[in-house]
């Protein structure tokens, strides 16, 4: 099994709601990755979780709020975001998080939009 | 931080080859990434060198030299299915992406 699952695959929200996006992996990779993609742009890395631990927080504002419950899942807790947070959210997963270990894998994405 | 370079556009016929170029900035280099991506598609790994060279797999090809903060990617006997991004990507201490080369491949 070499898939990272995403659900939901599209998600609007208003600027008031709480919702969270949810990421799954089997492929016994110890770091997870939030990425965000505006269109014809390439992913920004938002968060990296190493062996469940929070690795990596780049200066994301403080309504987005990562989750790593255990070594498969990882969530993204959203709240009182704003319109221009609409875009691709991606997670990924690898083996390690550095080296020859570091190939990313990418789930299907959410495709989130902020009214 | 981290600059990478790479053009943002190219056109090649089918059945021809095409060679997208990469530079970056050498400092804390743990290894190059190529991925393509599809419209609307999460990217999906092509290559990886840690060490200068070329690397072969099948019609595609990826080629690095450290020393020079430069790599590329080669496709050859380009296929329709081709048309795509192919976004380099920087391995320091996390991945950092290009902006991407959109490829068109046309009849």
């Known amino acids: 099994d070499t898939e990272v699952t995403q659900t939901p695959k599209h998600l609007v929200m208003g600027m008031t709601n709480k919702k969270s996006l949810k990421c799954e992996q089997h492929m016994g990779h110890r770091a997870m990755y939030w990425y965000k993609q505006k269109a014809k742009k390439p992913p920004e890395l938002m968060f990296v979780y190493s062996y469940e631990k929070l690795s990596i927080n780049e200066s994301v504002p403080s309504r987005f709020s990562p989750e790593c419950p255990n070594s498969s899942l990882l969530n993204l807790h959203l709240h009182a975001l704003q319109p221009e947070d609409s875009a691709l959210y991606l997670c990924a997963s690898s083996q390690d998080f550095q080296g020859p270990l570091f190939e990313q894998y990418f789930g299907p994405g959410t495709r989130l939009t902020v009214t | 931080g981290q600059n990478i370079d790479q053009p943002t556009e190219m056109t090649a016929t089918e059945g021809a080859i095409v060679q997208i170029n990469c530079t970056y900035q050498?400092?804390?280099?743990?290894?190059l990434f190529w991925y393509q991506q599809h419209a609307g598609e999460a990217p999906t790994f092509l290559s990886y060198?840690?060490?200068?060279g070329l690397e072969e797999k099948g019609r595609f090809s990826s080629f690095l030299s450290r020393s020079k903060g430069y790599s590329y990617l080669l496709l050859k006997e380009l296929q329709m299915k081709d048309s795509a991004s192919y976004l380099c990507a920087f391995a320091g201490n996390k991945l950092t992406f290009g902006g991407g080369t959109r490829v068109l491949v046309k009849p």
């Open positions: 050498t400092s804390g280099f743990n290894g």
């Open positions: 060198n840690v060490l200068d």
